[in-house]
C-alpha cells in the first residue's frame, strides 16, 4: 500500500520552522514512496483561527514547494462528521455527558492542588442518576470519553514501543458544550477517513497519541503508524523560540532566504542523507529521505549555517536569475533608475559575497549612491597620511584623461602612480576605496571602479580631495 500523510497546520498562528520541517519530512516521505501527502486546516477553534493565518499558512507551503495531492481539507466545514462519530460513542456507552462548567472545574482543580493531590478529572458526571440527568437536560454538556484500566501502547517508528498506564490519563473531552471537536477526536476521525497510514509529527504530539489510540480501538480501527521527532532547539539547548530565529517562513523569505536553501536546510535539522552531504537538491532529497535515517536526539537551529547554505544556493544561480530574485524582494524598498546591464554587472562582483538576498544592497549600495561619509575606522587608518591627497589628486587627473576606461587601463593608473610616489600599489588602493564606497572592504577595487565608470569615479575623488583638505 502505497503512503498518504498529512500535515495538520492550525490557523492559529504562522507556519514556524518547526510545523515547516514536519510538513517537509511527511511531504518527502510521500513523494519518496509514490504516495499522497494532505493538508488539513486543523481550524476548529473557531474564535482563534482566522482566514488570514490560513491564507498565509497556505502562501508559506507554496513558497517552500510543498504542494499538496487533494483538495485543500478544513475540519471547520466537517463538524455534522464529528458529531456523528461522537453520538456512536455515546449510544454505545463509551463516553457520557458531562455538565461541569470551566468555573466549576477550575476550582475542583485549586482545591485538589491546595491539598498537593495530582488532578485529573473526577468523573463527577459518570454517574448521574435519572433524576440529576433530568435537572440538567436543558445545560450545555460536553461529551467525556470513558478511559478504561490497563496500559495503552504503541510502536512508534522512531522511539519503539512505548506505553503509559491509563490511570495517568483522565476522561477526556470529545466534543464541547458548543458542539465543536477537541484536537484528538477530530484528528482521529479525519486520519482514518481519508486513510492515513503514516503520521510524522513532533514528540509533543506522544502524550495525544496514548488517547488517540483508545478512540481507534474503540472504535476498532487500524492506527497509523507513528513517527514522533524531537523538537529542534535553540542555539543554548533549549526550547526553540523567536530568541533564536523561529519565526514565520515568510519572514525568511523576507530576509532574502531562498526557499530551496531553507528546505535543504530544514531537511538536515533530524535527518542524514549520510555521506557528510549538505548541499542537496530536491530531487536529491527525495532520492536519498527514509525515515530509518532520522535521528534520536534533537537538533540545533544554527541560523549561520543556515545562511552559510543560503550563500551556497545564492552562488549558484545564475546572474540573471539572481537579479530576478532579488527584484522580487526589492532592492530595500528602493526603485533603481539604473540600466538593467548595470545592475547585472554589480549582482555578478556582488555574488560571492552574498548570504541573503537582502544583501545585495547592504553590500552595494555605493554603486547606486554616492556615499555621504566614510568609515570612522578608515579615515583614521588610509586617510591619515598627509600625501594621500596628493596621491588621489594625481590619479583623478589620470582618470580624467583616460579614452579607454577598462580593468586594464585602470589598473595601469592605479599602479603607475604608485610607483611615481615609490610606494605599494596597496598605499593607493585603500585610501581610493575608502574615497568611491565609504568602506574599508568590499570586491576587487579594479572591478568597482570599472563598474562605476569613469565620470562617478572622478566625482568622487574629487570629493575626497576635497574632504582631506
Not at 477550575?106 to 442518576?129: H, P, T, V
Not at 572592504?441 to 583638505?469: C, D, M, Q, T, Y
Amino acid at each position: 500500500m502505497k503512503p498518504i500523510v498529512r500535515i495538520a497546520p492550525s490557523p492559529t498562528g504562522f507556519l514556524h520552522v518547526g510545523t515547516a520541517r514536519v510538513a517537509l519530512y511527511n511531504w518527502l516521505f510521500a513523494k519518496k514512496e509514490g504516495g499522497k501527502f494532505i493538508l488539513r486546516i486543523e481550524d476548529t477553534d473557531i474564535k482563534r483561527s482566522t482566514a488570514e493565518m490560513t491564507d498565509l499558512i497556505i502562501e508559506s507551503l507554496k513558497w517552500l514547494g510543498l504542494e499538496w495531492d487533494e483538495e485543500l481539507y478544513f475540519q471547520s466545514k466537517r463538524f455534522h462528521i464529528y458529531k456523528k462519530y461522537a453520538e456512536e460513542l455515546l449510544r454505545d456507552g463509551i463516553c457520557y455527558p458531562c455538565y461541569c462548567t470551566h468555573n466549576e472545574l477550575e476550582s475542583r482543580k485549586g482545591i485538589a492542588i491546595a491539598q498537593k493531590k495530582a488532578w485529573k478529572y473526577d468523573r463527577k458526571c459518570l454517574n448521574l442518576s435519572d433524576e440529576d440527568k433530568k435537572g440538567l437536560a436543558r445545560m450545555p454538556r460536553a461529551l467525556r470519553f470513558f478511559v478504561p484500566e490497563g496500559k495503552i501502547e504503541f510502536d512508534d517508528k522512531l522511539h519503539g514501543k512505548l506505553e503509559k498506564d491509563c490511570s495517568d490519563i483522565e476522561d477526556f473531552v470529545i466534543l464541547k458544550s458548543d458542539g465543536t471537536p477537541t484536537y484528538n477526536f477530530a484528528c482521529v476521525i479525519d486520519d482514518h477517513e481519508f486513510k492515513i497510514t503514516h503520521i510524522i509529527r513532533g514528540e509533543d504530539h506522544i502524550s495525544n497519541t496514548f488517547k488517540q489510540i483508545l478512540l481507534y480501538q474503540k472504535f476498532g480501527w487500524e492506527p497509523p503508524i507513528f513517527t514522533h521527532l524531537p523538537l529542534i532547539l535553540g542555539s543554548d539547548r533549549s526550547k526553540l523560540s523567536k530568541r533564536h530565529g523561529a519565526i514565520s517562513v515568510l519572514d525568511y523569505r523576507e530576509q532574502g532566504i531562498l526557499p530551496e536553501a531553507l528546505i535543504n536546510f530544514l531537511a538536515l535539522l533530524g535527518w542524514s542523507a549520510g555521506e557528510d552531504r549538505e548541499i542537496l537538491s530536491k530531487d536529491e532529497l527525495i532520492d536519498s529521505f527514509s525515515l530509518e535515517r532520522l535521528s534520536k536526539t534533537p537538533a540545533v537551529f544554527d541560523y549561520q549555517k543556515l545562511e552559510w547554505m543560503n550563500g551556497e544556493y545564492i552562488n549558484k544561480l545564475s546572474d540573471e536569475e539572481l537579479l530576478k530574485r532579488i527584484s522580487k524582494i526589492g532592492f530595500g524598498s528602493r526603485e533603481l533608475n539604473f540600466d538593467r546591464e548595470y545592475i547585472l554587472k554589480v549582482v555578478a562582483i556582488l555574488k560571492e559575497r552574498m548570504r541573503k538576498l537582502t544583501d545585495f544592497w547592504e553590500l552595494g549600495a555605493y554603486f547606486f549612491k554616492e556615499p555621504k561619509e566614510y568609515d570612522k575606522e578608515g579615515i583614521e587608518k588610509h586617510f591619515k597620511y598627509p600625501e594621500t591627497q596628493k596621491r588621489l589628486l594625481l590619479l583623478e587627473t589620470r582618470f580624467s584623461g583616460l579614452k579607454d576606461f577598462n580593468l586594464e587601463t585602470i589598473e595601469k593608473a592605479i599602479r603607475t602612480t604608485a610607483e611615481e610616489f615609490g610606494i605599494k600599489a596597496a598605499l593607493i588602493i585603500h585610501p581610493m576605496r575608502l574615497a568611491l564606497t565609504g568602506r574599508t572592504v568590499g570586491p576587487s577595487l579594479f572591478h568597482i571602479v570599472e563598474i562605476l565608470g569613469k565620470e562617478r569615479v572622478v566625482k568622487r575623488l574629487n570629493k575626497a580631495i576635497k574632504f582631506l583638505r
